[in-house]
């Protein structure tokens, strides 16, 4: 089990940046993929980027890709999300997700565990 917790969430203006963290207890975090999504009222939550167990590969959803920058580190079992350019649609409760799959994995209901959220407002 990898239990997650997100934090660096807040309300921020448009054109701002922000770095979320999720921390993930437990010592077998380098074995998961590691995924970020983003809920928005009224919406189906959606994926946002993905990072493989190596850090070898990223991919972005089209919405965030040039402005969002998905990393993890291994030894401190925390993945980022590096968020720059914000726009008042990346409003939404952002979540950190964990997943045993190999490779790029976008689907919502192929991980397994996850956090908890943090709210991201940005106001126009």
């Known amino acids: 089990q990898v239990p997650l917790v997100e934090s660096g969430g807040g309300l921020i203006q448009a054109g701002g940046s922000l770095r979320l963290s999720c921390a993930a207890s437990g010592r077998t975090f380098s074995s998961y993929a590691m995924g970020w999504f983003r809920q928005a009222p009224g919406k189906e939550r959606e994926f946002v980027a993905c990072i493989t167990r190596s850090s070898g590969t990223t991919y972005y959803a089209d919405s965030v890709k040039g402005r969002f920058t998905i990393s993890r580190d291994n030894a401190k079992n925390t993945v980022y999300l590096e968020m720059n350019s914000l726009k008042p649609e990346d409003t939404a409760v952002y979540y950190c997700?964990?997943?045993?799959?190999?490779?790029?994995?976008?689907?919502?209901?192929?991980?397994?565990?996850w956090g908890q959220g943090t709210q991201v407002t940005v106001s126009s």
């Open positions: 997700a964990s997943t045993r799959m190999p490779g790029i994995v976008v689907r919502t209901s192929l991980y397994d565990y």
